[in-house]
């Protein structure tokens, strides 16, 4: 067996999807031989983060950690790489919507996510969180794996009604960045737990409160947390207040009490073990026989979002049409042509070079 492998990767028909706190994402076809293409996301670190070599050692750090998360509720990280441009992550491309665009599909139309769908959603997140905070290396030593930045932008939801959650590993360099930057945390505050606002160390109870957090704003279809200025926001997340009244009047008193349990503000007071939450999330939804699958969800999504399941051809291939928030929420347009998908040079990191001068912006802090 030869000892080493050296590939090269090529990306073609790169497309922008979105610009995060830390750089943009990328819908891009890595092509192997003979025809082989697959669909991957590419997101690229801002100029400025690729620059910091501290930066980038926490980041490599981290992205070690997270390289061997596998589970079918995690989005998987294929490979970290640079270019001429910075550094970049290619990981699963996650055909369908952002937990954050599926809450503002409900908040335009005046639906209500219904509580079971919910629930579903937040106990595969739970599922996924319990196996990386479980996470322990080879002598059994425990990895310490905490997300830091679950929120509904970092959660998806696929076409076949499967949650992932996405950016593993990220948070964390970049809390320290932003330390050594003297900047503000970075996180979001709407859904950050108290004590990390407070800027304590923090372990995966945080992981927990935010996912209860979460769960919250699926069911109220606002963030918990809503402040004008960020100040504000700080000061709410710091206190860790929660509006009870704000629940819908039919939520089920067992599921009040498992979300009393997840926020509590004192961590010492909230589920001490992850897989404990998912396991009272299921048993919510489950405990009369049956109840949602990825199939339920699948079917709510394809009648409530059927703009989601369009496929059209393009440049000789089948491609999604892919939309954003606001389009998806515009709602189903069958006949709509697809976004253009423009072969670029593979250097994705290159398309980010214009934005705010390097620095994490502000939009950071929302979710
Ligand atoms: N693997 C992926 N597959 C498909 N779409 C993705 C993928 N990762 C991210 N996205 C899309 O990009 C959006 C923004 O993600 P991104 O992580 O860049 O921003 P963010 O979560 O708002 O901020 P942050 O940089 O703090 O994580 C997501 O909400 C989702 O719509
Ligand atoms: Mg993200």
Redesign the pocket.
């Given at each position: 067996m030869r000892e080493r492998l050296e590939v090269k990767y090529v990306f073609t028909g790169i497309r922008e999807?979105?610009?995060?706190?830390?750089?943009?994402?990328y819908?891009a076809l890595q092509l192997g031989t003979g025809g082989f293409s697959k669909r991957v996301?590419v997101?690229t670190l801002l100029p400025r983060l690729s620059e910091d070599r501290r930066f980038v050692a926490m980041f490599m750090d981290e992205a070690r950690l997270v390289a061997d998360l596998v589970h079918e509720n995690i989005?998987q990280i294929y490979q970290l790489e640079r270019n001429r441009d910075g550094y970049f992550i290619v990981?699963?491309?996650?055909?369908?919507?952002?937990l954050?665009?599926f809450i503002e599909f409900h908040r335009v139309t005046g639906e209500n996510i219904p509580e079971e769908l919910a629930v579903f959603i937040a106990s595969r997140i739970a599922r996924g969180l319990a196996y990386a905070h479980s996470r322990a290396d080879a002598e059994g030593n425990p990895l310490n794996i905490v997300h830091r930045?679950v929120?509904?932008?970092?959660i998806?939801i696929t076409t076949e009604g499967l949650p992932k959650l996405?950016?593993f590993g990220?948070?964390k360099a970049?809390t320290n960045a932003m330390q050594l930057h003297d900047r503000h945390l970075?996180g979001?505050f709407p859904y950050m737990a108290p004590e990390q606002a407070r800027g304590q160390p923090v372990d995966f109870r945080a992981d927990i409160y935010s996912l209860g957090l979460v769960l919250y704003e699926m069911l109220v279809k606002h963030p918990a947390r809503h402040g004008s200025t960020r100040t504000a926001l700080l000061q709410a997340a710091r206190t860790g207040e929660i509006d009870w009244a704000a629940l819908p009047e039919q939520t089920g008193p067992a599921l009040v009490s498992i979300l009393e349990h997840t926020l509590q503000s004192d961590r010492a007071l909230r589920y001490g073990d992850t897989a404990e939450l998912a396991h009272d999330l299921e048993y919510y939804i489950y405990h009369k026989g049956y109840g949602p699958t990825v199939v339920t969800l699948e079917h709510y999504l394809r009648k409530q979002m059927p703009g989601l399941y369009v496929r059209e051809r393009s440049h000789g291939k089948l491609t999604w049409v892919t939309r954003?928030a606001v389009s998806t929420v515009a709602l189903p347009a069958p006949d709509a042509s697809p976004q253009e998908v423009r072969p670029a040079a593979p250097s994705p990191a290159g398309a980010d070079s214009g934005s705010a001068g390097g620095d994490i912006p502000d939009?950071?802090q929302?979710?």
């Open positions: 999807i979105a610009r995060g706190g830390m750089g943009s994402v819908e996301a997101k989005v990981m699963e491309f996650v055909q369908g919507v952002s954050h665009d930045d929120c509904p932008t970092n998806l996405t950016d990220i948070a970049a970075v979001k954003g939009s950071a929302s979710c």
